[in-house]
């Protein structure tokens, strides 16, 4: 498969243990290529990328969408699509090369990322985010044919990476996960010797910040790297001081240049990962990269000795190369006044589904239309938490999940009223006194800027991979569909949602205006009694059926129960699996606690670790 496999080929051929693995690796691409190369395909026979259509993404043309290299006025601007009645090229055409990266590369940059079909909008909207930016000196590495011809036909530069794994997401920890780690290295390896500079990015990250400027001001850095740095080791822009970097180097964003010490490490990283497939490829990474840990190559730059003592090594600020706990959890950049450049969704709760809820809390995330305009309309309600529960006495346990059980039960009358109203419940912003971790701590990480009380991501309480899974409908009632607690105030919500719109103040039954009925005392405003009955709310809400955003005053008291019991049993069902744990208590194995959405029907409930093997589970 042309440039690309050629660090495969190499390891094979310097391991004969892996001579017969690699033998049948070649052999299937080899029937694979065949099989591509002897057809030609058509509009017609990619139907299935091309009706993802994302034409809403596209930039106007800028002068610099084009690459500054020789013959670059023959590229195409980035999402300029190919003509509908073109064919698509031969699978060989997008097979990685140093022609291919020097046409798109500027400044002998490139930027590069890479996945598989199941991370198509994190692809496009890293894509989008740079070419925003005004930079597009880009490529992606398509590991599945499918994301290949989805992207080609979006007009994002694309090349072959032929792995050919599945489409499907793959889960953090598992083979595959681990496969695509070592996709990276042999990726680093092949584009190396090209003599190009390289900014290695994951997917479940997005540039907030051309980063080029910044990464030019080291022009003798061999690498950067970002970290897993909670605890501010520079108040400015500077590099991190590399002294007080006790985490780990984050391989998500990382420069490499084509330097021999840059290339020496890649090779031995790659061969460390290739000769022990247990070996995750942020550890050998880190591994390698302590071997020498200094000295300072100068007093000014931040740059460091480090691998083999040749190579000089620079560790992106954690201020403003956020991590998912230094952007969400302590907003560091906003609390030192700085400019974040990147965002990369780590330390988060809820797998792929919860990276892309916390990109669409920060309203980074580029959404289809149809998401900001959903059938049904949405629903949405005023959060009332009382000063003394989110401010007066000690952070501890105690006052933690007091404060978020009293949010918890608006927030499950207001999803019981959604699934009624079929309407999707805008979720509210969420308030901790707490942080989350996976290991014990005293409620907050020492030395971090987090703040106490602070706006947590839903992922810290909410299973959000569980909420916006399809569960059994016969177990556990209708699906209730979710939007991020920002998404009112997107700049992409359109103006036909944001100008439907009702109030509807909650009141007692007897007071003054205060009937059900669908009659508002004045427009967009309704006057509802607390404790209505499912026939009130199906009887009065079905006028406002055409209104798009229906948002309540409260959620305290507003909804008695569903009718039917069995329908109330099947919404337990759900709500029960919707929250996951608060880790870790000090001092005591286990250390977490379940969160649990029906504290408040338990007598005395007090939030405690398990106690015994045999309490060890979720409320249900």
């Not at 050629?6 to 065949?34: D, H, M, R, W």
């Not at 309203?363 to 959060?383: H, I, Q, R, T």
Request: charge should be negative; proline fraction near 7%; aromatic fraction near 12%.
């Amino acid at each position: 498969m042309g440039g690309w496999r050629n660090a495969v080929q190499e390891a094979a051929a310097s391991k004969p243990l892996f001579l017969t693995i690699y033998t049948t690796i070649i052999v299937g691409i080899v029937a694979t290529s065949f099989y591509v190369f002897s057809a030609i395909y058509s509009p017609s026979a990619s139907t299935s990328t091309q009706s993802i259509s994302t034409s809403w993404l596209s930039s106007p043309p800028l002068s610099q969408n084009k690459a500054s290299q020789p013959g670059s006025n023959q590229l195409k601007t980035i999402w300029e699509a190919p003509p509908n009645n073109s064919k698509m090229p031969p699978l060989e055409s997008f097979k990685l090369t140093k022609e291919l990266v020097g046409e798109r590369a500027k400044d002998n940059v490139i930027i590069v990322t890479f996945g598989n079909f199941a991370f198509m909008d994190f692809i496009l909207t890293w894509v989008k985010h740079l070419t925003d930016l005004d930079v597009s000196n880009l490529l992606v590495g398509a590991m599945d044919t499918k994301l290949l011809e989805a992207l080609y036909w979006e007009g994002v530069p694309v090349f072959d990476m032929g792995s050919h794994m599945s489409t499907i997401d793959v889960g953090w920890g598992s083979p595959t996960f681990h496969k695509m780690g070592r996709e990276k290295v042999l990726l680093i390896n092949a584009i190396l010797p090209f003599g190009y500079e390289l900014l290695m990015c994951d997917t479940d990250m997005v540039w907030l910040k051309d980063p080029l400027p910044y990464l030019a001001q080291y022009p003798d850095a061999d690498i950067l790297t970002s970290s897993d740095q909670v605890v501010p080791t520079v108040v400015d822009d500077r590099l991190a001081d590399w002294k007080q970097v006790g985490a780990a180097y984050n391989i998500g964003i990382f420069h490499w240049r084509p330097t021999e010490p840059a290339i020496k490490l890649a090779k031995e990283w790659k061969d460390m990962l290739l000769a022990d497939d247990k070996i995750w490829d942020q550890n050998g990474f880190n591994e390698l990269a302590r071997k020498q840990t200094g000295p300072a190559v100068d007093d000014d730059s931040g740059l460091f000795y480090a691998f083999d003592g040749t190579l000089k090594l620079g560790i992106l600020p954690e201020s403003i190369f956020c991590s998912g706990h230094t952007y969400f959890v302590q907003a560091m950049y906003e609390q030192l006044r700085l400019e974040p450049y990147a965002l990369h969704t780590t330390f988060q709760y809820g797998g792929t589904e919860g990276k892309r809820h916390r990109l669409r809390e920060a309203m980074v995330f580029y959404d289809p239309p149809e998401y900001y305009d959903a059938p049904g309309g949405f629903l949405s309600f005023k959060p009332s938490i009382p000063k003394s529960l989110l401010l007066d006495g000690e952070h501890n346990l105690e006052s933690h999940f007091s404060l978020i059980n009293y949010q918890m039960k608006q927030i499950r009358s207001a999803l019981a009223i959604a699934s009624l109203l079929n309407r999707t419940l805008v979720m509210p912003p969420l308030w901790c006194r707490l942080d989350r971790l996976w290991f014990s701590h005293p409620g907050v990480l020492e030395g971090s800027m987090t703040r106490q009380p602070f706006l947590c991501p839903l992922d810290h309480i909410f299973e959000v991979n569980v909420m916006l899974k399809d569960l059994p409908e016969e177990e556990f009632g209708p699906a209730i569909n979710i939007r991020e607690y920002s998404f009112l105030n997107n700049p992409l919500l359109p103006q036909q949602v944001k100008e439907s719109w009702l109030d509807v103040q909650l009141c007692q039954e007897g007071t003054e205006d205060c009937h059900a009925s669908s009659n508002t005392s004045r427009p967009g405003l309704l006057r509802f009694p607390k404790n209505s009955t499912e026939e009130m709310f199906k009887t009065v809400f079905s006028s406002f059926k055409d209104v798009k955003v229906i948002q309540f005053s409260s959620m305290q008291g507003a909804f008695y129960s569903f009718t039917d019991k069995t329908r109330v049993e099947k919404f337990r069902n759900r709500m029960k699996r919707y929250v996951g744990i608060w880790c870790c208590v000090e001092n005591h194995t286990p250390g977490h606690i379940y969160y649990d959405m029906y504290w408040d029907e338990k007598s005395g409930w007090k939030p405690a670790p398990p106690q015994t093997p045999e309490e060890d589970h979720p409320p249900f």
